[in-house]
């Protein structure tokens, strides 16, 4: 899984575009413990750390949908998380799920 549109030194078949979405809450206690630390200011690290989680998730959701329609690689993968609301995370993941083309062989489609 990578960021750019190739990946180095490999041919590649485009597949087709693949997303998830990724929805986690927040408890009511963290909820209010970082409201406390949002008005204080100060790093809000239980949000973070929900973030981070949110993130990994979505990303290993879009890697296995794309593995599990053949595809070898995922690229152009772009993440996007618009904000925090009322506790809740919401993480949006895009990428093009490709076929390698190997020496002696024919990638994906063209099998």
Request: include cysteine; charge should be negative.
């Amino acid at each position: 899984m990578v960021s750019t549109e190739t990946i180095n030194g490999e041919a590649i078949t485009h597949g087709e575009l693949f997303f998830f979405c990724a929805v986690s809450g927040a408890n009511v206690l963290r909820d209010m413990r970082e409201a406390i630390t949002n008005t204080l200011g100060g790093k809000m690290t239980r949000y973070e750390a929900l973030l981070d989680r949110t993130i990994d998730r979505a990303l290993d959701q879009l890697s296995e949908r794309a593995r599990s329609k053949g595809y070898d690689a995922v690229i152009a993968v772009r993440v996007s998380h618009p904000e925090i609301v009322q506790g809740a995370i919401e993480v949006v993941v895009t990428g093009t799920g490709v076929w390698l083309k190997r020496p002696g062989t024919y990638a994906g489609a063209e099998q």
